[in-house]
């Protein structure tokens, strides 16, 4: 059903419903799965060198499974000289000493599976690392062999070969080519990178390649991983011919150049690939998914990615994106849900995660803080941060409450915000280096977590220091302070998670309830769940009914019998059928 074809409905509210959604009742626990994404380097360090690892992540397992979620994805810990914090992988079979090895992520499984947590693993296919053994033996080998074909080596232009080959740009600034030093001493070819120049772009056109990589998918399903998410899914295929083009390559429409357009990306080759990805989970049995990181535009084109033989699930960047823009938000949550519904896909949601400022963050500026991928430094202006956390708690029960699966990044359910005084030497990202430090970069929003307030760098490890430093106000938002709060982020979390499973909210349907659609507020009936969201200045009505959840920590209901939501709040309401009729 198209949206245009759906008609207003009158409700049992005052006002009209518009319907987009109907229930799920298709089979598959990521339907409405919430994941938890895990960021190895900055979750606990239990060996004391300042770098998370494995074993801190299945020491602290206990503390998630407890917040009642249904998976954890883990960014990679697979060995890497962590040019790109480990996306950039030289050995995808194997664990980085750093985070411990490979009987260590046994050890994560199997305290993941005693406690019901599935595990989702991060496959990084359009790149590896340039000290891979394919990458080292195609700089080996020479033009023209098969190790070169592995990647995408070209002859440079101008005279003598000293220009790059065509004008892409890597997504962390910067030509995306780089010239190498041939075998005999001699300047020669250049090979792609869309990313750092440490990481050399597999050349996908080559079956070689596709073989290796159904190699690597059955190496972790083997090991019991419950599936995967693919790092810049739609990037792997280019179009023939590298065709010049002066976007910026991660595709963002801003610079004017729309994505579906850039020719490295979403090409229709790439659904092949993943239907082959497709057929090899299902060896494993029907309980194993692959979720796209894809930044595809405009947004209808992402149910291509999801339909029945292709990926479970992609990730929906658009909604992060929109930020509090209610106007945006509404258009992004009908569209996605509309244009999955018609291949049979749930949709997801996200607000945060290691490559973007925190939510709680953004929302401490207007509507929207820095572009993606560009920091906040001790020179910029300053987020609000009491306003940015009470928002982020808002968007979150709002999101929260919405139909499909929902991706967590650690430390969101605490309301933690970036690290803004992070001194230039210490950070690592490389778009940091790669642009002289005028982006920042991501290290902000990957400080690693407090855990316990009394202990050395806050619980996190109780080694040297942290690789990046915590800000001071991470000793108040440590964990435990916040489990002893009632009135903590942490707890509203915990509430949040376990009332959506209770009312099955991530299997329901959604109507806009137009009444409280004013546009400085947005609203829409799961099941008989009203979910308000009020970014304006007054305080709206609600309808009769019960209050289940509020985003404010403050209680609202005045004894006057007010019976209302405050300027900034997101509420939970149940309609009951007495309500309703009334
Ligand atoms: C993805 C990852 C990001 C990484 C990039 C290159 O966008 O999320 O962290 O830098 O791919 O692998
Ligand atoms: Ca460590």
Known sequence: MSVDSLLHVASPLAGSLTPVHAADHAHGWWRSAVIYQVYPRSFRDLNGDGIGDLAGITAELPQLAELDIDAVWLSPFYRSPQRDAGYDVSDYCDVDPLFGKLGDFDGLIAEANRLSLRVIVDLVPNHCSDQHRDFQAALAAGAGSPERDMFIFRDGTGPAGEQPPNNWQSHFGGSAWTRITEPDGEPGQWYLHLFDSSQPDFNWDNRAVHHEFERVLRFWLDRGVSGFRVDVAHALVKAPGLPAWGGRADGS??????????????????????????????????????????????????????????????????????????????????????????????????????????????????????????????????????????????????????????????????????????????????????????????????????????????????????????????????????????????????????????????????????????????????????????????????????????????????????????????????????????
Do not use: K
Not at 463 to 480: K, M, Y
């Open 253 to 582: 429409s801003s610079d004017g150049f729309p994505g579906h357009e850039a020719p490295m990306f979403g090409q229709p080759a790439l659904h092949d690939i993943y239907r082959a990805w497709r057929r090899i989970l299902e060896e494993y049995g029907p309980d194993r998914i692959l979720c796209a990181e894809a930044n595809v535009d405009p947004l209808p084109r992402l149910a291509d990615w999801v339909r029945p033989d292709e990926m479970h699930q992609a990730f929906n960047f658009p909604y992060l994106h929109a930020g509090l823009d209610l106007h945006r938000l509404r258009t992004i949550v009908t569209e996605s849900l509309t244009s999955l519904d018609a291949v049979g896909a749930p949709s997801t949601w996200v607000l945060s995660n290691h490559d973007v400022v925190r939510h709680a963050t953004r929302f401490g500026y207007g509507w929207s803080g820095p572009r993606e991928g560009d920091g906040i430094g001790p020179a910029d202006p300053q987020p609000d941060h009491a306003l940015g956390r009470s928002r982020a708690a808002a968007a979150s029960l709002f999101m929260l409450g919405l139909p499909g699966g929902a991706y967590l990044y650690q430390g969101e359910e605490l309301g933690l915000p970036d690290g803004i005084d992070i001194p230039g030497h210490q950070r690592q990202d490389p778009t940091f280096t790669r642009t002289g430090g005028t982006r920042l970069g991501r290290d902000g929003c990957r400080v690693p977590l407090p855990w316990r307030a009394s202990e050395r760098h806050n619980g996190f490890g109780d080694g040297v220091h942290p690789w990046l430093p915590q800000p001071e106000s991470f000793t108040e938002l440590a964990r435990d302070a916040q489990a002893a709060d009632p009135s903590s982020h942490l707890n509203l979390y915990r509430r949040i998670l376990a009332a959506r499973r209770e009312l099955g909210l991530g299997r329901g349907s959604l109507s806009w309830a137009e009444e409280w659609c004013t546009g400085s507020s947005l609203a829409f009936l799961n099941g008989d769940v009203l979910v308000v969201m009020n970014m304006g200045t007054e305080s709206l009505e609600l309808p009769a009914g019960e209050v289940l959840l509020r985003s404010s920590s403050a209680d609202r209901e005045l004894a006057d019998g007010w019976h209302g939501i405050s300027s900034g709040e997101t509420v939970w309401l149940r309609i009951s059928a007495e309500d309703s009729e009334s």
